[in-house]
């Protein structure tokens, strides 16, 4: 079974029907990270390789744990989920603490252990977790890491974007899904994957950026790399 595991209802369950007036009373959701991410929106960060995406997406990530501003930008202290598909986090997260002393991120989770949307146990787990602990974000670094499968592939692309959409729904909208992801090789025209994304997203990031002409190794503690990121 390559799709992702379904909800089962109960019996009493009923085809829940909103009027005009409802859907458009309404209150428009909240801002979760400023202007860029509302509170439980559909989002995709991407970019070409090293510009950064981990480094902007991690930082958004135990910024909003620590309830300390992102880039001028004041965020309320929330719980979230990390889930790591490619390489170890443990240095950038000391650099993070380093240059944030006292930031508690006791509210941060970090999984690094093979998930994969592809894998409906692995899906099964994550709805629970998501339900139990209400993460304000859950962040997949990244999408080709996580995928289990072909990114330009409609079913792997959907069971992506149904289990974005159920982790929304499990939460009442308050859990915003963030794919960290690549250009195609045409970048102009957006992020990489089947077409069926980007109409799916609330919310859509581009990371750029200039490489240093630093090596890292020569870069002294708490100096400019000469890098940056946009």
């Known amino acids: ?25 309404s209150e ?10 509302p509170k439980g929106a559909f989002g995709a960060l991407w970019g070409p390789e090293y510009v950064g995406k981990t480094f902007v ?7 909003l744990c620590a309830g300390i501003e992102w880039l001028g930008i004041a965020l309320q202290q929330a719980p979230a989920l990390y889930v790591a598909g490619e390489g170890r986090l443990r240095e950038r997260i000391m650099a993070w603490q380093h240059g944030h002393p006292g ?12 998930f994969t949307f592809a ?3 692995h ?12 993460p304000a974000l859950v962040v997949f670094d990244s999408l080709a890491a996580t995928i289990g499968g072909d990114e330009n592939g409609s079913v792997e692309m959907g069971v992506v974007i149904r289990t974005c959409l159920e982790i929304q729904r499990l939460t009442s909208h308050l859990t915003a899904p963030l794919l960290v992801g690549h250009p195609g090789k045409d970048p102009s025209k957006g992020l990489r994957g089947h077409s ?20 890292s190794n020569e870069v002294p503690l708490d100096s400019e790399t000469g890098g940056t990121v946009t």
């Open 1 to 25: 079974d390559r799709g992702a595991p379904t909800r089962c209802c109960p019996e009493d369950w009923e085809f829940a029907v909103k009027t005009a007036e409802d859907a458009v009373s």
């Open 28 to 37: 428009p959701p909240e801002p979760l990270i400023g202007p860029w991410i």
């Open 57 to 63: 997406a991690l930082d958004i990530t135990l910024s």
């Open 103 to 114: 930031g508690d991120l006791s509210s941060f989770g970090l999984h690094d252990q093979g």
């Open 119 to 121: 894998n409906p146990r």
């Open 123 to 134: 899906v099964a787990a994550l709805y629970r977790y998501v339900e139990r602990a209400k």
């Open 196 to 215: 069926s994304l980007p109409p799916a997203l609330d919310v859509s990031i581009r990371v750029s950026g200039s490489a240093s002409p630093r090596d």
